[in-house]
């Protein structure tokens, strides 16, 4: 960028991100345009390569802007049917009233919570297992698929959990479904009914709760501390809620786990009001430190635990495959409920997942994902320990696939989370996830996809630019 055409009060990544975002909106770069690549364009004009990355990652986050690989960076396709008026638009501004509707699409941002590590995912044999599927399949069960499930996922998943999380129960007792809104959407239809009050964590996982409250439950929000979920203020709150929610292996977000004496009045407060208990374990696979934790399920002699589980974290999201386990006393209600419903989609993929399962493939992959993960997330503390120093503080954690970091009280975590995502960075704020006046200022990360020390410092470094100004 010529020295005579530089803003000296203006950062050099977002005077450039200006000039190709006014270019694209005038129409002097037009949809499908490439675009010079990163490496070419800093050397053109004598700046550092982070800086065009930076401007060149907002642009794709704003959608003027879409990489396709080996074909290099265009301007969006999508642009084509836009005026061009010849004037810039206002910046779009970043929604943060319902954070589920921030939710990012395309390339993985750095930082980008709750995604595995796509790079070492299996390919090879998740490619050789879909040819072995199509061929292996009964025409029976492509013709009229199980309305619960696939049978022989629904009979690893019970071998697996009995393995591994202590869990006895039985094939009849496990219900496939499209994600985890599938499974609360199943409850909600079954044992549920619009009006009933539960207890929901808080901090807590938003989307669970915004679903929850467009079915028409009504959530008392229960503070959470080092011990998890404080059952005697749930109490004390909602004295005759008819369900809780909780994430006891691993709470979403803090990471603490639930204790001994918390899950004991727990089951004894669900006994004794004939409540509901739904667990959430959404990736108690990944502990970095001793073993894992048992399931709440495990401790459930009154059957008053309804538990699920997901392939999202451990597999990949895309798959939008989850499950729920019900008690042996509600087998019939629910099989006579998923009767008529869509069920839990293609069956294709829970044939595939099946095989993976059966074959030995997805032990393989939990045990080399736990000593990857382990290592790629000393990446991102490390990083951010060197670099920010005293400035954040990270929360001890044994397992997960996010690290939280809280800042300092005199840090808004919205404002800075919002300004990261406009940056091409995917961290989000502690705050969105709290219902009521948020306690704390903090910063969810993820790391699984840092494929090395250097990709986790230059991102902190970024981010660090953000926290600074």
Same mark, same amino acid.
């Given at each position: 960028?010529?020295?005579?055409?530089?803003?000296?009060?203006?950062?050099?990544?977002?005077?450039?991100?200006?000039?190709?975002?006014?270019?694209?909106?005038?129409?002097?770069?037009?949809?499908?345009?490439?675009?010079?690549?990163?490496?070419?364009?800093a050397s053109e004009l004598h700046v550092a390569r982070g800086t065009v990355e930076m401007a060149y990652q907002m642009l794709v986050s704003e959608g003027y802007l879409v990489t396709k690989g080996a074909a290099g960076t265009r301007v969006s396709p999508q642009l084509a049917t836009l005026p061009t008026t010849g004037k810039a638009p206002q910046r779009r501004k970043t929604s943060v009233a319902q954070p589920n509707q921030t939710r990012l699409t395309g390339n993985i941002l750095p930082f980008q919570p709750g995604v595995p590590a796509l790079d070492a995912f299996p390919r090879k044999i998740w490619?050789?297992?879909?040819?072995?599927?199509?061929?292996?399949?009964?025409?029976?069960?492509?013709?009229?698929?199980d309305p619960a499930g696939y049978a022989p996922l629904r009979e690893a998943i019970?071998?697996?959990?009995?393995?591994?999380?202590?869990?006895?129960?039985?094939?009849?007792?496990?219900?496939?479904?499209?994600?985890?809104?599938?499974?609360?959407?199943?409850?909600?239809?079954?044992?549920?009914?619009?009006?009933?009050?539960?207890?929901?964590?808080?901090?807590?996982y938003f989307p669970g709760r915004y679903f929850l409250q467009q079915m028409g439950m009504t959530l008392t929000p229960v503070p959470v501390d080092n011990e998890g979920l404080q059952v005697a203020t749930g109490e004390q709150r909602a004295p005759n809620a008819r369900f809780a929610v909780v994430t006891p292996s691993h709470q979403s977000p803090t990471g603490v786990a639930l204790s001994l004496a918390r899950r004991l009045a727990l089951l004894a407060w669900a006994n004794q009001k004939d409540a509901w208990i739904i667990e959430d374990d959404y990736d108690s696979e990944f502990r970095y430190h001793g073993h894992p934790l048992p399931? %709440?399920?495990? *401790?459930?002699?009154?059957?008053?635990?309804?538990? !699920?589980?997901?392939?999202?974290?451990?597999?990949? =999201? +895309?798959?939008? %495959?989850?499950? *729920?386990?019900?008690?042996?006393?509600?087998?019939? !209600?629910?099989?006579?409920?998923?009767?008529?419903? =869509? +069920?839990?989609?293609?069956?294709?993929?829970q044939a595939m997942v099946a095989a993976f399962m059966q074959q030995g493939h997805f032990a393989r992959h939990l045990r080399k994902m736990r000593q990857l993960y382990a290592v790629r997330r000393g990446y991102l503390v490390d990083a951010l320990e060197s670099i920010f120093g005293s400035s954040l503080h990270i929360q001890p954690q044994a397992g997960g696939i996010q690290v939280l970091a809280y800042l300092n009280e005199r840090q808004s975590d919205k404002t800075l989370a919002t300004a990261a995502q406009a940056a091409g960075l995917g961290v989000k704020a502690l705050s969105e996830w709290d219902a009521e006046t948020p306690q704390q200022n903090g910063l969810l990360m993820g790391f699984t996809n840092f494929a090395s020390t250097e990709e986790a410092q230059a991102a902190v470094k970024r981010l660090s630019v953000l926290l600074s100004s």
């Amino acid at each position: 960028m010529p020295e005579s055409s530089r803003q000296p009060d203006t950062p050099l990544y977002l005077q450039l991100y200006q000039r190709y975002r006014d270019a694209i909106t005038a129409g002097r770069l037009r949809p499908g345009e490439r675009v010079p690549s990163i490496r070419n364009l800093a050397s053109e004009l004598h700046v550092a390569r982070g800086t065009v990355e930076m401007a060149y990652q907002m642009l794709v986050s704003e959608g003027y802007l879409v990489t396709k690989g080996a074909a290099g960076t265009r301007v969006s396709p999508q642009l084509a049917t836009l005026p061009t008026t010849g004037k810039a638009p206002q910046r779009r501004k970043t929604s943060v009233a319902q954070p589920n509707q921030t939710r990012l699409t395309g390339n993985i941002l750095p930082f980008q919570p709750g995604v595995p590590a796509l790079d070492a995912f299996p390919r090879k044999i998740w490619s050789r297992l879909s040819a072995q599927t199509l061929r292996m399949i009964e025409s029976t069960v492509m013709a009229q698929p199980d309305p619960a499930g696939y049978a022989p996922l629904r009979e690893a998943i019970a071998t697996y959990l009995g393995i591994s999380r202590g869990i006895a129960c039985t094939p009849e007792q496990v219900f496939i479904t499209i994600g985890y809104q599938g499974a609360l959407e199943l409850l909600c239809r079954t044992v549920l009914q619009a009006g009933d009050c539960g207890w929901y964590e808080n901090p807590g996982y938003f989307p669970g709760r915004y679903f929850l409250q467009q079915m028409g439950m009504t959530l008392t929000p229960v503070p959470v501390d080092n011990e998890g979920l404080q059952v005697a203020t749930g109490e004390q709150r909602a004295p005759n809620a008819r369900f809780a929610v909780v994430t006891p292996s691993h709470q979403s977000p803090t990471g603490v786990a639930l204790s001994l004496a918390r899950r004991l009045a727990l089951l004894a407060w669900a006994n004794q009001k004939d409540a509901w208990i739904i667990e959430d374990d959404y990736d108690s696979e990944f502990r970095y430190h001793g073993h894992p934790l048992p399931a %709440l399920k495990s *401790l459930d002699h009154e059957q008053r635990v309804l538990y !699920t589980g997901t392939f999202s974290k451990v597999l990949f =999201p +895309g798959l939008r %495959l989850a499950y *729920l386990v019900v008690p042996p006393s509600l087998q019939l !209600t629910f099989h006579e409920a998923v009767n008529h419903w =869509p +069920g839990p989609g293609s069956i294709l993929p829970q044939a595939m997942v099946a095989a993976f399962m059966q074959q030995g493939h997805f032990a393989r992959h939990l045990r080399k994902m736990r000593q990857l993960y382990a290592v790629r997330r000393g990446y991102l503390v490390d990083a951010l320990e060197s670099i920010f120093g005293s400035s954040l503080h990270i929360q001890p954690q044994a397992g997960g696939i996010q690290v939280l970091a809280y800042l300092n009280e005199r840090q808004s975590d919205k404002t800075l989370a919002t300004a990261a995502q406009a940056a091409g960075l995917g961290v989000k704020a502690l705050s969105e996830w709290d219902a009521e006046t948020p306690q704390q200022n903090g910063l969810l990360m993820g790391f699984t996809n840092f494929a090395s020390t250097e990709e986790a410092q230059a991102a902190v470094k970024r981010l660090s630019v953000l926290l600074s100004s």
